[in-house]
């Protein structure tokens, strides 16, 4: 499996971006796909997943701001962020986790919220 991430760059605060993400390969039915960021200097964290079914999980700090979305019939998971802050910034990883103990990673695309 391999995912491709795109959609990042910089933008100001208050600003819209979109990030997309195609998984490509032996793609299971049952899977979750979602997408992680990770700041310099901290941990990797969650920031939103959707299941094949829409059941969403968001992250508390971008409720309300962000929507994830996905195609099933493409295998794409995109992230519509909006109301964007300075600390959004960050590397955004998109993730493919079908069942099991394997997780797939996207190589990363960079945010950056700035005046």
């Known amino acids: 499996v391999q995912l491709q991430a795109s959609g990042g760059g910089l933008v100001q605060p208050g600003g819209s971006l979109r990030l997309s993400c195609a998984a490509t390969g032996s793609i299971l039915r049952i899977n979750v796909m979602g997408w992680y960021r990770q700041a310099p200097g901290k941990q990797r964290e969650l920031v939103a997943s959707?299941?094949?079914?829409?059941?969403?999980n968001y992250a508390d700090s971008v409720k309300g701001r962000f929507t994830i979305s996905r195609d099933n019939a493409k295998n794409t998971v995109d992230l519509q962020m909006s109301h964007l802050k300075p600390e959004d910034t960050a590397l955004y990883y998109c993730n493919y986790e079908p069942p099991g103990p394997i997780n797939y990673w996207g190589q990363g695309t960079l945010v950056t919220v700035s005046s």
């Open positions: 959707i299941t094949v079914d829409g059941n969403t």
